[in-house]
């Protein structure tokens, strides 16, 4: 049975002026799942998302998010969604509880409900101890996390997170990294933008390359790695080794020029994948009477995907 879709675009255009962000930008997001959003500065990642969550009006094209237009009916949008921005949205002047408690009041909940929902959120995100305090005496993970929760306060069924870890140190972001995943887990469908591509392959169920403002590519962070076409062959060897007799011997494996290992003596081969590969080579290689210290073949990175799709490094 097919999923339903709890965020649909087709033929998105959004103009600035003479800056086209959005130039036909399709998206389908089934629900319970996290779809992130990749490309270069200025691909119109963030636009996208200010559409969908109904910040912006497209010029042309339409879209959905959780059923509901999101220019016909936006109103009905705001009450499923959440959005947690690249800056913390909250009141440097205000404690971390009194942020909560206003943004739910905000958001109609009767002040009952506000107190419960910002008491609950706190604990869950490891803010309660700092609850009472000042947010500008918060780090910078303590704030997105207190972003984070505000984005929660309405129970949302579809959450977009638009860089939501720039700026934040590794332990922070493996702890909203987590906090992430219990979300999903628990049935939110996830819009994540980001400018980390281990993030990317860490979270995503799917990832939308974008360019231009349109989609270049779109899939399972796997199959946007079997795309590039070839993997890599490292090969270690013992010091008194010859490197160039290596590379000459298994040549016809190669898909591209060897490079030399940093660090390490051994080569750094392209090489299309197949089962039993690394066996064969290994075998070639004792046949001419060459030792090996290790060898293994590994998928493309997402780093190396994201600059064959689109001719950049991540932004």
């Not at 918060?138 to 069924?157: T, V």
């Amino acid at each position: 049975m097919r999923t339903a879709l709890m965020i649909e675009a087709r033929g998105l255009v959004k103009s600035f002026r003479a800056t086209q962000a959005l130039d036909g930008f399709d998206l389908a997001v089934p629900a319970g799942t996290t779809m992130c959003l990749l490309g270069p500065n200025g691909a119109g990642k963030t636009t996208a998302v200010r559409v969908l969550s109904t910040l912006l009006r497209p010029d042309a094209g339409w879209a959905r998010v959780a059923g509901h237009d999101v220019v016909a009916e936006a109103g009905a949008v705001r009450q499923r969604i959440g959005l947690s921005g690249q800056y913390a949205s909250v009141d440097d002047c205000l404690t971390g509880r009194a942020n909560l408690v206003m943004i739910g009041r905000l958001s109609r909940l009767t002040r009952r409900e506000a107190d419960r929902r910002a008491a609950s959120l706190l604990a869950a995100l490891d803010l309660e101890p700092a609850a009472d305090r000042a947010v500008r005496t918060y780090s910078g993970g303590m704030r997105r996390r207190l972003d984070l929760a505000a984005s929660l306060l309405g129970r949302p069924s579809v959450l977009f997170l638009d860089e939501p870890t720039t700026g934040l140190d590794p332990q922070s972001r493996l702890t909203l990294w987590g906090i992430i995943a219990e979300l999903v887990g628990a049935g939110t469908t996830l819009l994540l933008t980001t400018q980390y591509l281990d993030e990317a392959d860490r979270l995503a169920d799917r990832i939308c390359v974008i360019d231009g403002g349109r989609v270049t590519a779109e899939g399972s962070p796997a199959e946007l790695k079997t795309r590039v076409g070839t993997s890599r062959l490292r090969l270690t060897l013992p010091a008194t080794a010859s490197l160039t007799q290596a590379a000459e011997k298994i040549s016809g494996y190669a898909a591209g020029p060897p490079r030399r290992l940093a660090g390490h003596h051994g080569l750094d081969i392209p090489v299309v994948p197949r089962p039993g590969l690394a066996a064969e080579i290994v075998r070639v290689l004792d046949a001419a009477g060459i030792e090996i210290d290790d060898i293994a073949v590994r998928q493309p990175s997402l780093d190396e995907v994201f600059a064959s799709l689109t001719g950049q490094v991540a932004a």
